[in-house]
């Protein structure tokens, strides 16, 4: 084995021998069964640091588990479909998704994806992610997408999917509606602006532009300002309609005026009140975010095109009144960051029974427990149901057709699935009147109708549920609202059950600054990056060590350091046992030759395993692999191993089968508690040492609970902190540790084995019956001559004479009371001890000693 460990080499060498099939995933096993509901990253092209994160956490539970004895299905899948894709396809060719036929643009789409999922697949494999590729899917391919839309046939015949107008979030650089649970809030100053309807109504408003929407003015009915207007009636500028002006407790009369515009629509209160009051609908957006012809000179105008050219016009006309800068947060879409804007359309929908959903989440564990109150929050924010039709072309096809005789609905039967209504036709006339003519669907469905089935999918679902509910979803907090949520929407919906049991939330990943990772910001790093320098099982470790589930984590250069070290450092031990336990077999009846080290290392082991067990079962990695580096750095490397060096290479062979047993018990524990987290070092390690198989195909480390000793415990830390003094003596005196030194002596009340107090410190150590007695003698008075010799000039030194020829008994006194009175030419001279340097020395019996206090325990080491 090389001095050093080669963490890449290591791990090129391990991803070349291992097998796939090592992680396949038996439905026939007699083991209990553990699920994971994986995450289906989109296709970017690359696997980030916070995809990193995730997926770590997501392997430390799947190695964890089969070592415990589960059989543990890890699938992938890739969520394809949806704007992410479009947007890049669409930047790359530099096109839109109209300027090619629909199914070359969706040609492009598969293209790309496909190139990515290459790309990633690549990435995952080097992070070590014991992942089950038989169980791989693809959401754009026919036999994952058949799964979408047979969802879509069942809900929609349980009446749970319809049709309808209804006001819709869309986004004009994408040209799609979006969900509610898919806009983002960016924070930002604006400008707000005072217009004059008329002498009596002045409104303040962020978004001139859709004056022409205008169909009321709305006031608080308390604001004593505006009580003789309300139920009268003026006339907007531009489209020049007249609208009441109406009493709501909705309006803030403290925020500009008091008097705000109701616009069909500018935002969701725009939308509560224009169904509460029953207000007309006047639509002046287009889906591409243009002006129409309502907005009279203005149509055909962009949003932020048409706003400056109306506060100008405004400002000629005198309507202007005043411009204010205020904070303002606007909606944008996630994917393109373009502001969002809400139009009336015709969508397909998916019921929300908020109740439903929350009793569902209730039965779910939440790991961490708050994370289900924003589920809460979400849920009860909503305000209209989930709008799932898009209008692009990469994704799931709605299987839906028109009659273009009678206008019937047509949607398709199970068994025709998958289709796509663009190229295919019905296989049956129209029920209602019998014709073959047919116009089919173009929206297509909302990526998240594919990726909330996916516990359903990875057991067999449609045809059948082979084990349902999963016992596990890890996500980030981010997806809350719209990942976890429309799945356990869809599950109670479908097959009317909680989609898991588990689901454990992990946090964002930010830059070193604290800062959310960005390019721009100069703070992310990619993981392939991490990988490449220091190797996959640093950045497993940094994953695991970084936070607590649920929290953010901030990426540090400084921990994948003190990784690699921490790898260095079990490297180096386990090239120490190699050399010492080649040709050693494991045999229970060496138990009887342990000494009190041996019995102290296996307790604080045993103790280790239990605490470690409990902390993976709480999904705590941090706490678990903290307490695994603690005990192997300190308690193994800097202790355990010193104290049994000397057995090992010159002891007795009953000490060393002894220090053997120990040793190979703690490195087959602790490399098999390391394997979850550090799966390339474990296997190489594992191997050196025991060469048995992978240590991935072993089982998790048991407590025995023999092992677990308080007594061996406190005896093994007195040996352990006497070795520890007698090496900080041997430091401050300059001594090599492994210099030899003459007897030491200990008295102690209680008995402990000094076998290996002896060997680490190079000398003979031994016990004496009863407490000796200790004197303090003084070796040397030292004058201090700097001060003596002005002093005294050419008296000194007959005053040092003096001192020095004073008695044992006079110079402690010395030293004790601080002066003494001597002799000099017959003059009774005062001397002070800061003027000398008093040099001591201990005694038992006949031999001069140095005393250490370790607890109630002497120490006595004879002076060389």
């Known amino acids: 084995m090389e001095k050093e460990y080669r963490a890449r080499e290591v791990e090129d060498k391990w991803l070349r021998l291992w097998k796939d ?70 930047e790359l060719h530099g096109i839109r998704k ?63 999917i319809y049709k309808g107008y209804h006001p819709v979030i869309i986004c004009p650089r994408c040209e799609t509606t979006i969900a509610l649970a898919e806009i983002e809030y960016k924070e930002g100053r604006t400008k707000l602006n005072y217009i004059k309807f008329d002498e009596n109504v002045i409104i303040a408003t962020t978004r001139p532009e859709l004056i022409p929407a205008c169909v009321a003015v709305a006031v608080h009915p308390e604001d004593e300002r505006y009580k003789d207007l309300v139920g009268e009636t003026v006339v907007v500028p531009i489209s020049g309609q007249e609208v009441k002006i109406i009493a709501d407790e909705e309006v803030d009369p403290n925020y500009g005026t008091g008097m705000v515009m109701i616009c069909t629509f500018g935002d969701k209160q725009d939308v509560r009140w224009w169904k509460k009051h029953g207000l007309e609908l006047r639509q002046v957006l287009t889906r591409d975010g243009k002006l129409n012809e309502k907005a009279g000179k203005y149509a055909g105008l962009t949003v932020s095109e048409a706003r400056e050219k109306i506060i100008e016009d405004f400002r000629k006309e005198g309507r202007l009144i005043k411009v204010e800068e205020v904070n303002h947060k606007v909606g944008v879409c996630w994917r393109c960051k373009t502001p969002v804007e809400i139009i009336p359309e015709e969508q397909w929908f998916v019921k929300v029974d908020k109740e439903r959903v929350l009793e569902a989440a209730r039965k779910i564990k939440w790991i961490p427990e708050h994370m289900y109150l924003r589920l809460e929050d979400w849920v009860e924010s909503m305000e209209w149901d989930w709008v799932i039709s898009r ?105 009317d059950q909680i989609p898991w049991y588990e689901i454990v939330i992990n946090g964002m990943v930010l830059g070193e600054d604290g800062r959310k990772m960005s390019k721009s910001l100069g703070n992310y790093v990619e993981a392939e990056e991490v990988i490449e320098r220091y190797g996959a099982d640093c950045l497993r470790q940094w994953a695991a060590i970084g936070g607590v589930v649920g929290s953010d984590v901030a990426f ?27 040709n050693y077999e494991l045999k229970e009846e060496h138990e009887r030759y342990l000494r009190d080290a041996d019995r102290w290392i296996l307790s604080k ?72 987290f550090t799966p390339f070092l474990s296997e190489e390690c594992w191997n050196a040492l025991f060469k048995t198989g992978s240590v991935h195909k072993q089982s998790y480390p048991e407590v025995e609970e023999k092992f677990i000793d308080e007594e061996a415990e406190r005896r093994g830390e007195k040996i352990r ?67 003596i010799g002005p002093k005294f000039k050419e008296k000194a030194k007959i005053v040092v004479e003096a001192v020095t020829n004073l008695s044992e008994e006079e110079k402690l006194k010395f030293m004790e009371t601080g002066k003494v009175e001597v002799e000099v030419d017959g003059e009774r001279i005062e001397l002070s001890s800061d003027w000398f340097e008093f040099k001591l020395e201990k005694v038992v019996g006949d031999l001069s000693v140095d005393v250490l206090e370790v607890e109630n325990v002497i120490v006595m080491i004879e002076r060389v």
């Open 721 to 787: 902190r006497i070795v520890e003094e007698i090496r900080r003596y041997k430091h401050d005196r300059k001594m090599a540790l492994n210099a030899p030194m003459k007897r030491i002596l200990i008295y102690s009340p209680e008995r402990f084995d000094v076998r290996d107090i002896s060997g680490a410190v190079n000398a003979d150590v031994s016990f004496i019956e009863e407490m000796p007695k200790i004197e303090t003698k003084v070796r040397e008075v030292k004058p201090k001559y700097s001060i």
């Open 605 to 676: 082991l045993n103790k280790l395993i239990k605490e470690v067990d409990r902390a993976m079962e709480n999904y705590n990695f941090s706490e678990a692999l903290k307490l695994i580096r603690g005990f192997t750095w300190y308690d193994l490397a800097d202790n355990y191993v010193e104290l049994v060096k000397n057995r090992l290479y010159s002891g007795e062979e009953n000490e060393k089968l002894a220090a053997k047993y120990t040793l190979y018990k703690t490195m087959s524990a602790l490399i098999r508690l390391l394997a979850p």
């Open 21 to 90: 099939d090592m992680y396949y995933f038996d439905w026939n096993s007699k083991k209990p069964h553990f699920i994971i509901d994986t995450p289906p990253p989109y296709p970017t092209g690359s696997f980030h640091i916070g995809n990193a994160l995730n997926w770590c956490y997501i392997d430390f539970i799947a190695r964890y588990k089969r070592m415990k004895g589960y059989e543990v299905m890890f699938p992938q899948g890739w969520d394809c479909h949806g704007l992410p894709t479009e947007v890049k396809v669409e």
């Open 556 to 582: 540090s250069w400084k921990e994948i350091k003190s990784a690699s070290r921490f790898q260095q450092k079990f490297w180096s031990l386990t090239r120490f046992a190699a050399m010492h336990l080649e």
């Open 391 to 495: 209008q692009r072309v990469f994704a799931t096809p709605i299987p839906v057709w028109y009659c273009e005789n009678c206008g019937e609905t047509i949607v398709a039967k199970e068994e025709w699935l998958p289709v796509d209504p663009t190229r295919d036709q019905p296989k049956e006339p129209c029920p209602k009147c019998g014709s073959t003519k047919f116009r089919g669907e173009d929206d297509v469905l909302d990526t998240w109708m594919d990726s909330s089935i996916t516990p359903l999918a990875i057991v067999g679902w449609p045809e059948e549920l082979k084990e349902y509910p999963t016992h596990l979803r890890p996500q980030g907090h981010d997806i809350i609202r719209t990942w976890a949520f429309y799945t356990i929407l869809r599950s109670i919906y479908l097959v």
């Open 98 to 160: 109209n300027d090619v036929p629909r199914e070359k643009f969706r040609e492009l789409c598969v293209e790309f994806t496909e190139k990515n999922i290459k790309k990633m697949k690549e990435t995952m494999k080097k992070l070590g992610l014991s992942i089950d590729w038989s169980k791989e899917y693809i959401t754009m391919y026919p036999e994952y997408y058949r799964k979408t839309q047979v969802s879509f046939v069942r809900l929609y015949e349980k009446g749970l």
